[in-house]
């Protein structure tokens, strides 16, 4: 992230509100690990989700730091593209679930228990 910004000041000044938001979040997150150190955790998580698929960009390099697949039904014309994701995000997104595995896999227990419990009460 300090690499985009600094890259940002001396090279081009073209941040986007994709990169704004992505600072936005890693200082709330910072905050929070300060506070409450497991829902730091699950943030970095959702934090790296979103950033996996572009939604939030930590690198200045978006045409070139992402990839995507696409399956060819019959012939060239008809393809199905998957969503751009960012390869190296997704290398650190990895790296900390295995590190992190039975935090994360708690949260994601807690968070389908709350979708369950609103959809049978309706």
Do not use: A, C
């Amino acid at each position: 992230m300090i690499y985009s910004f600094l890259y940002f000041i001396n090279v081009e000044n073209l941040i986007t509100t994709y990169h704004i938001l992505g600072l936005i979040l890693l200082v709330i997150n910072i905050v929070l690990y300060s506070k409450e150190f497991d829902l730091g955790i699950n943030i970095t998580g959702i934090i790296l989700i979103l950033g996996t698929f572009n939604i939030i960009l930590f690198f200045p390099e978006l045409e070139y730091s992402s990839i995507s697949f696409y399956v060819k039904v019959f012939d060239d014309k008809n393809q199905i593209k998957s969503p751009r994701f960012n390869k190296e995000i997704l290398l650190i997104f990895i790296v900390f679930l295995l590190l992190n595995w039975k935090l994360f896999l708690g949260f994601l227990k807690i968070i389908l228990l709350k979708i369950r419990n609103f959809f049978n009460k309706t």
